[in-house]
């Protein structure tokens, strides 16, 4: 009798042995579809798509290029799932509207004290003019109404101790930003102070072209200037499938963070299609490492919304920001 339960114990025990010997099951795979498009900024989703991330998580990954204003649409219609998008003030209307949507990670913030990846530029005459007179007064802008460029204007004259009436604007069209081609076909047109991000930024600089008048970490310490935002299917279809994404792009985050290796360079190189040194000289956006966005930042530049109209009614923290995905992604490592 000893011997048959010494044996069936034996068995138990093997089984349960093996249980635990087996590789973890992956998740089922499933197609998540996001913007990209050749810009640093889009560095940490790059990184994660390349170093396996994503499909350790069981995610395959489409990009699709998209400007900004077709990247916004395509959330609210579906059309993908998540968005990497500056700061502005129209997706805040959206979700204070309903529309099913919010802000799950940092994308880009200003750190003080580190390189500037975005900067207000001009040409190098209206540059020393700048530094000659000590002042912004008179002086033309290009602008892009109630986006982060419009915020980080008057946050300059602010800090100037001007106003608006002491300056002249360009408007730009909405999705334009930092598109060096517009400028270049609308060089003629728009002669002005202009808000320049990486790489454009460091090659105008070195090839002469344009002088840094202000940086942005100076004018606005702490921006958040782009956030990544979940659609419909993450927030309420499929949750788990978001969790499963929030654990890639933190990995791929802190890759990224660990900066211009020739790996990461590499791998932003084969998606902007920039040749390795551009990409090294150029200054990589900080990314918070836990990838939390800043709710203080957030809420002046909704303030400024709301001060400028941009903004129909006051959208609460709880309706914009969702760290529960962070959250999640954090407690599983």
Same mark, same amino acid.
């Given at each position: 009798?000893?011997?048959?339960?010494?044996?069936?114990?034996?068995?138990?025990?093997?089984?349960?042995?093996?249980?635990?010997?087996?590789?973890?099951?992956?998740?089922?795979?499933?197609?998540?579809?996001m913007?990209?498009?050749?810009?640093?900024?889009?560095?940490?989703?790059m990184?994660?798509?390349?170093?396996?991330?994503?499909?350790?998580?069981?995610?395959?990954?489409?990009?699709?290029?998209?400007?900004?204003? $077709?990247?916004? /649409? @395509?959330?609210?219609?579906? =059309? !993908?799932?998540?968005?990497?998008?500056? +700061?502005?003030? #129209?997706?805040?209307?959206?979700?204070?509207?309903?529309?099913?949507?919010?802000?799950?990670?940092?994308r880009g913030?200003?750190?003080?004290?580190?390189?500037?990846?975005?900067?207000?530029?001009?040409?190098?005459?209206?540059?020393?003019?700048?530094?000659?007179?000590?002042?912004?007064?008179?002086?033309?802008?290009?602008?892009?109404?109630?986006?982060?460029?419009?915020?980080?204007?008057?946050r300059?004259?602010?800090?100037?101790?001007?106003?608006?009436?002491?300056?002249?604007?360009?408007q730009?069209?909405?999705?334009?930003?930092?598109?060096?081609?517009?400028?270049?076909?609308?060089?003629?047109?728009?002669?002005?102070?202009?808000?320049?991000?990486?790489?454009?930024? $460091?090659?105008? /600089? @070195?090839?002469?072209?344009? =002088? !840094?008048?202000?940086?942005?970490?100076? +004018?606005a310490? #702490?921006?958040?200037?782009?956030?990544?935002?979940?659609?419909?299917?993450?927030?309420?279809?499929?949750?788990?499938?978001?969790?499963?994404?929030?654990?890639?792009?933190?990995?791929?985050a802190?890759?990224?963070?660990?900066?211009?290796?020739?790996?990461n360079?590499?791998?932003?190189?084969?998606?902007?299609?920039?040749?390795?040194?551009?990409?090294?000289?150029a200054?990589?956006?900080?990314?918070?490492?836990?990838?939390?966005?800043?709710?203080?930042?957030?809420?002046?530049?909704?303030?400024w919304?709301?001060?400028?109209?941009?903004?129909?009614?006051?959208?609460?923290?709880?309706?914009?920001?969702?760290?529960?995905?962070?959250?999640?992604?954090?407690?599983?490592?």
């Amino acid at each position: 009798m000893k011997r048959i339960l010494l044996g069936a114990l034996l068995v138990v025990a093997a089984a349960v042995a093996c249980r635990h010997e087996q590789p973890a099951q992956r998740p089922a795979m499933a197609t998540l579809r996001m913007n990209l498009n050749p810009n640093l900024g889009y560095g940490p989703l790059m990184v994660a798509n390349d170093e396996g991330y994503f499909a350790a998580e069981g995610i395959r990954v489409e990009f699709v290029p998209l400007d900004v204003n $077709s990247a916004l /649409v @395509a959330l609210t219609t579906g =059309k !993908v799932d998540v968005l990497s998008t500056p +700061v502005r003030s #129209g997706l805040f209307n959206l979700m204070a509207k309903g529309v099913p949507m919010q802000i799950v990670a940092d994308r880009g913030h200003a750190e003080p004290g580190r390189c500037s990846a975005e900067a207000f530029a001009a040409t190098p005459e209206t540059a020393e003019r700048i530094a000659r007179t000590k002042s912004f007064k008179g002086e033309r802008f290009a602008i892009i109404r109630g986006g982060i460029t419009e915020y980080l204007i008057d946050r300059l004259l602010a800090h100037e101790h001007l106003t608006r009436n002491d300056v002249e604007f360009a408007q730009l069209p909405q999705g334009v930003g930092g598109n060096a081609e517009y400028f270049r076909s609308h060089s003629k047109q728009i002669d002005a102070i202009r808000y320049t991000q990486e790489p454009t930024l $460091s090659n105008n /600089v @070195a090839a002469g072209v344009s =002088k !840094v008048v202000a940086r942005m970490d100076e +004018v606005a310490p #702490g921006v958040q200037f782009g956030v990544i935002l979940f659609g419909k299917r993450l927030l309420n279809d499929d949750p788990e499938l978001g969790r499963r994404f929030m654990r890639a792009y933190l990995r791929g985050a802190r890759k990224y963070n660990e900066g211009k290796t020739d790996r990461n360079v590499a791998i932003m190189a084969r998606y902007t299609k920039l040749p390795p040194d551009i990409i090294r000289r150029a200054c990589w956006q900080p990314i918070a490492n836990d990838a939390r966005v800043s709710v203080p930042a957030m809420n002046d530049f909704l303030a400024w919304s709301r001060k400028n109209s941009y903004l129909d009614a006051d959208v609460p923290a709880s309706r914009w920001w969702n760290p529960s995905y962070i959250d999640a992604a954090v407690a599983a490592h």
